[in-house]
């Protein structure tokens, strides 16, 4: 792996990082304060090529690698973990599957115009009774004549309130378990689809996401994404990508949160001199520097595995592992650092602290990644 950065890769890093200054940062704590969607940043996005980084530009997207996605990710996420995760979201969950399990019907109706950021996408597998044990949902999918009839509730959907598109799996066959698991594009016009209210987050709360209903929804076979009883198959693909993308918003929360601390420090006084001179910040601030660092190196280490082609399940599982128990780790010294100031709405690190707590829930928790990795260590 080339630890060093390409010129197009560069490149993103500094559009992103200007972008996040200029537009992301200054409004971050006014979007988490009224859970507003930032509608017109996601707009920016699109415009960017940000919404479909690694899509080719057949197909409306950026047409770059994932190394490029997770730097742009990264860069995002510092300055708004909401636009992060929506961002993430339309690339890694809605996005990539369409590319790379659709026909080219399907990738012109269900892709281009969302890599373009014209449309937003969302990815619906968790049920109220169903999170981790993907193989226990109650959503169905019947099948009559050309078409299939969907019943059934998704939660925690990110990107639910503005969707246009849900890419949802239902259980077509519930006596083979998993494999009876089929993945449906169901567009959020269709009769018989409802969104719930949105959900009142700790954290992250300029990305709106609620519960999903699907009531006598019935939708043509050819919404069908890959063949009956793949979608366990499409789920699992998927989030082994999409892992990667919460493992660079975690690396943007942690690096966002260390760079206020080390500003503060070398600001804030005590018994006559700056609190950056006592070793007992010195450290802290070392710690932090350090697990970001390692936390970067292993998600790029994931993402050029999978612009290789190479399997990257248990690497993508890593990043993610880590960065997001990084991510607590460092935001939580960068509160301590502050002091009583940190604990304060008025200060961004007690935000960045409730942002990065969800990186290791969602997209499969630190307890799944666990799974993920020893398995690869005990095949």
Avoid at 179 to 188: D, E, H, K, Q, T
């Amino acid at each position: 792996m080339n630890v060093q950065l390409s010129e197009e890769q560069r490149q993103v890093r500094d559009l992103c990082r200007e972008f996040a200054e200029k537009e992301l940062r200054p409004n971050a704590r006014r979007w988490d304060h009224e859970h507003r969607f930032p509608a017109e940043a996601v707009k920016q996005l699109g415009e960017m090529g940000l919404m479909g980084v690694a899509v080719p530009a057949e197909w409306g997207g950026a047409g770059m690698d994932d190394v490029a996605y997770a730097v742009a990710m990264e860069e995002i996420s510092r300055g708004c973990a909401g636009t992060g995760v929506i961002m993430s979201v339309n690339n890694s969950l809605y996005c990539d599957p369409v590319l790379r399990f659709g026909t080219d019907e399907q990738r012109k109706e269900f892709l281009t115009p969302f890599a373009r950021g014209e449309r937003l996408g969302c990815f619906a597998l968790t049920e109220p009774m169903s999170g981790s044990d993907a193989a226990e949902m109650r959503t169905t999918a019947v099948r009559r004549g050309g078409e299939y009839v969907l019943d059934g509730t998704k939660n925690y959907i990110t990107n639910g309130p503005q969707a246009d598109v849900v890419l949802v799996f239902a259980m077509t066959d519930r006596e083979k378990r998993h494999r009876g698991i089929s993945a449906f594009l169901v567009p959020a016009d269709v009769r018989g689809f409802t969104r719930g209210k949105p959900d009142d987050k700790v954290g992250i709360r300029a990305s709106g996401s609620c519960t999903v209903f699907f009531e006598g929804c019935a939708i043509p076979e050819r919404h069908r994404l890959g063949g009956e009883g793949e979608g366990f198959k499409i789920a699992m693909a998927t989030l082994d990508g999409g892992r990667i993308g919460i493992a660079a918003q975690a690396l943007g929360i942690a690096r966002a949160a260390f760079e206020e601390a080390v500003a503060y420090a070398k600001d804030r006084t005590a018994f006559g001199q700056p609190i950056s001179q006592f070793q007992a910040i010195q450290f802290m601030l070392a710690d932090m520097a350090t697990e970001i660092d390692a936390a970067r190196l292993l998600v790029h280490r994931a993402a050029s595995l999978k612009d290789q082609g190479a399997r990257h399940s248990a690497e993508s599982a890593m990043a993610k592992l880590y960065a997001s128990e990084m991510c607590e780790r460092v935001t939580s010294k960068a509160i301590q650092v502050h002091g009583g100031l940190g604990y304060m709405r008025e200060c961004d690190a007690e935000r960045h602290w409730r942002d990065g707590r969800i990186t290791q829930i969602y997209e499969g928790t630190s307890e799944i990644q666990r799974l993920v990795i020893s398995s690869a260590v005990l095949k």
